[in-house]
Structure formats: C-alpha cells, structure tokens
C-alpha cells in the first residue's frame, strides 16, 4: 500500500477529510514540546479547523520531541502529515469513524539530535506561540509544592549547558535568551498539561530558571512573555497496531504513526496572546479571561475519576477503561465519588449543568470505540495524584467532610504500587520517583512486620503518605486521612477489588 504523502492526497476516499489550503504557504508559528499522540489530537486538530475557516497562513507547527526520535521517523517520509481519526460508540455496539488527514504540522525536531536546531526555531522571528505537552514531570517541579527542583539532573545539566540543553525549562529560557539577544520581541508560552493554574506555574518556573541565568532576563520575560492557562479535554489512547492497519485500510494508504481521540473535545484557554494567536474559537476552543474553574472541574472529575479506575482496574486485571466502567460496581462507585465528594468542592461554572456533565463524563469513560488501557493511565503517579485528587482531599478535610471513596482511590494506588494483579501478573512502575517510592515500601513494610493486619496496614500507609513529595507536609500527619486510606488499603489487601467496591456506598 502506498505511503501517506502529500503528493497522493488526491487518492484518499471522498469521506475523508484533507488539507484544502496551500500547505506550500503555510509557515510555522508554533513550535510544540513534547509532539505526541494527545497533541496531534487536540491542539493541531483545532490548529487544522483555524486553517481551514481562513485563518492566515503563518500558523504552521514545528513539532519538538524532547525524548525519542519516533514520531519524527514515522511522520517525516509522510511530510508532516498524519491521520486523526476520531471514534464514538453508537447504538448496538458499532463504532462510527471518522478520518481526517491533518496538514498543519510542517515538522518535527528531535532535541537530543540536533539541540542547536530547537533553540534556533524557538527564536526564529516567525515563531509567537511556544505550546507544551510534556507531561507533569517534564516541568522539573516538586508536585506538592510546585517549587523548581534545583537539584534535578536536567536543571542542572542545562544550567550548564546553555547551548545544548535537554529539559522543556532549559530549552525555553536558553531560546527566550536568543530572542532578547536578537533584539525579537516576547512570545506566548502554553502549557496543555494537566496541572492547576498551568500557565502559572509554568511562569513561575521559567522565572525562577531564568534568576539563576541571569536576573536581567528573568525581568524580561515576565515583562514581554505571557503565560495563559487552559484546560483540555479529550481521551487519546496510544496508538496500537491494530488502529494502523484500521486506518490504512480506511484511506486506502499507509500512514506510520496516526492519532485516535474521542470525538468530544472541550479546549478553555485565556485570552492573553502577546504577539496573536489563531482562530482556535473556529475549531471549538473558548477563550476566556480566567480558565481556573474549568482547570478545576476537568483535574477533580475527569482526570481525578480516571485515575481512581484507572488504578483499581490495573490491580484488578481489567485491562481497559471500558472493561472497567462495565463493572457495575466499579461505575457505580465512580458515579458516587463523582456526585458525592468531588463535585461539592467544585467552584460555580454558569450555565453547567453539573449532573448531566457527570453522566456524560461516564459514557465517555465507557466508550469501547477507544479501549484506554488503564497502565496508560497509571503512569506517573507521584506526579498525577496532587493534582487530581490531593486537592479535594484537603479542600474535603478542612471543611470536616468525609473522604472514603477518595480514600480508596489513594489505597488503590499505593495498592498498585506493588507491582503485581491479582492474578500475579506483574507490571513495571512508570514513575519518575519510581525508586524513592521503592525504597519507601520496603521501609514500610520493615517497619509494620509482625503487626496484626489491620495495624500493619495502618502503620504502612502511615509510612507510605508521610513522603512528601507527593502528599506534602500535612496530609501524612493528618489521623483522619491515614485511618482512611488505611481502612480502604486494608479491604483492598484483604477481598480484593470487586469485593471492596461491592460494599462500596451508592
């Protein structure tokens, strides 16, 4: 089958969609850390619409991986082209499809190649956005507390090789260095992570990375640069075989590395561009002047509920999101912790009708047209868990309200964190603390040997929630939340899954 190119797109079916300006114009005003799957399925799918409602042609994409030469490998011979095919389940099982070729990703660098090449698109007079996608652990921060981890090999390493770094904060401050220096005015930087107030941190990140450069181009960029938070939304598993071969036989090409994403899509960014932006409003993101409430309401109910399934379902052995969410129990449960603890710390969004956003939320999680692996999920713990569910928690404790089912969702993760299912199957722990967590467990459970199971539990989690990196100075100390997380760790080890979510109140 031939290759996906620009060349053939005249070959592609009626029914799927391709780029219908002149790519050959097209120049690039955004350069993207961190060019993956949910990038190409979000930002440069609402990017392609923007093109397409006529929006100038000086918004093309420069895609930037800071890792792995994969995705530049598979999309280069396709001349940046990709296919994004969004999927729905609809009535009596049948997945409905819809493909579209997407032409606005003119390029993808490989940092640890060619460092050099990324600074110099980063301070390129055409470039005004700079977006990120890195994941939570690729801002070098503490996630309890957000500060900057000196100490982190890659602030380290970059603070010392201005020239050729290898983190996001080094190669954002060393390129705003050349723009300055080149006499180029600021530029945009967005975060499409899912941290709390996102733009903020990111700001004060780069600020603080830029003090220890050079204090005089730290006053610069917060002077010249903005840093809009935003909030998406939309489920993006990882490509697997399976969807290429889909794919290619749905074009009638071959296509190395295409996307899959649901088709829901809410994207809320601010409205504060130093130097333009896009028509994204044409592919359906809002701008807005404060993006805090919509950050909150996706981190707490979509990414908080996804990481409690995602984490009872691996320790259970179900394998997908949707395999899960047809265990009545585990939906019921998640329904509950939705409905009874997460959504009353929610802050007032006008015109949301919050029950039925829970109920949507839920068909989505049980969408079979996308199997989300639940270890995809589990990834990074250490890194998810303050921001998804850590917050409600202590919002929940300081006004005295109970945290059970938060309190599982914890417990399953720790649970998780043995390596093994029920079955004894076992599974690697991606985690960027994977081994301070490690060594953490084996203190813990030095520490309750010998106790009675109850006791041990309790004198475990203790040990486990008392790291603060991850829980920080008040939780490990707080007696209502380690007896919870306890309690629920102590079911989890004792009946298993289904048995604890059984007993689960509705």
């Known amino acids: 089958m031939p290759r996906l190119h620009p060349d053939l797109l005249h070959h592609l079916p009626p029914t799927v969609a391709r780029p219908a300006y002149d790519r050959r114009q097209l120049r690039a005003g955004i350069v993207h850390l961190g060019v993956g799957a949910f990038q190409r399925a979000h930002l440069a799918d609402v990017n392609e619409a923007a093109l397409h409602a006529g929006g100038a042609l000086d918004w093309g994409i ?78 070098c921060h503490d996630p309890a507390t957000g500060a900057l981890q000196l100490d982190h090999p890659d602030i380290q390493h970059d603070l010392a090789q201005p020239e050729a770094p290898r983190g996001t904060l080094g190669f954002l401050v060393h390129g705003l260095a050349r723009r300055r220096a080149h006499g180029l005015g600021g530029i945009t930087l967005l975060s499409l992570d899912n941290l709390p107030a996102n733009g903020h941190v990111l700001r004060g990140l780069v600020l603080a990375f830029a003090e220890q450069r050079d204090p005089a181009l730290a006053h610069w960029i917060g002077t010249h640069c903005t840093f809009p938070c935003s909030m998406v939304d939309r489920i993006v598993p990882r490509t697997t075989d399976d969807d290429r071969t889909a794919i290619a036989q749905a074009i009638g090409l ?40 919509f950050e909150t309401l996706k981190l707490r109910m979509v990414n908080g509920a996804h990481s409690a399934l995602a984490y009872l379902g691996a320790v259970a052995g179900w394998t997908t999101v949707d395999q899960a969410m047809a265990r009545p129990d585990l939906r019921r449960y998640v329904d509950a912790l939705l409905q009874h603890e997460v959504a009353p710390t929610l802050p007032a969004l006008p015109g949301l009708d919050l029950d039925a956003y829970r109920q949507r939320l839920l068909q989505r999680f049980a969408n079979p047209a996308l199997a989300h692996r639940t270890q995809q999920i589990a990834m990074d713990g250490s890194q998810k868990l303050p921001q998804r569910l850590l917050g409600t928690v202590r919002e929940r404790l300081h006004k005295g309200q109970g945290i059970e089912r938060l309190a599982l969702a914890i417990a399953a993760w720790l649970h998780y964190l043995r390596g093994q299912d029920e079955s004894g199957h076992a599974y690697a722990i991606h985690d960027p603390m994977s081994a301070a967590l490690a060594q953490r467990a084996h203190e813990a459970h030095e520490a309750s040997a010998g106790l009675p199971p109850e006791a041990a539990s309790r004198a475990w989690t203790a040990h486990l929630v008392s790291f603060a990196p991850v829980f920080g100075p008040d939780l490990g100390a707080n007696p209502v939340f380690v007896d919870s997380v306890a309690h629920a760790l102590t079911q989890l080890r004792r009946d298993g899954v289904a048995a604890t979510l059984a007993r689960q109140p509705d």
């Open 62 to 139: 420069v895609g930037v991986s800071l890792r792995s030469p994969d995705t530049r490998d598979a999309l280069a011979p396709q001349q940046g082209l990709y296919t994004l095919e969004r999927r729905e389940a609809g009535e009596g099982g049948r997945t409905h499809r819809a493909q579209r070729v997407i032409g606005c990703l003119l390029q993808v660098l490989v940092a640890p190649e060619d460092p050099a090449a990324v600074l110099a698109r980063i301070a390129a007079p055409d470039t005004r956005i700079v977006s990120l996608t890195v994941t939570e652990k690729g801002y």
């Open 254 to 293: 071959d296509d190395a590395w295409p996307v899959v994403g649901e088709t829901f899509l809410d994207w809320v960014v601010e409205d504060r561009f130093t130097a333009g932006r896009p028509a994204w409003d044409a592919g359906g993101a809002r701008f807005v002047a404060h993006a805090q409430p």
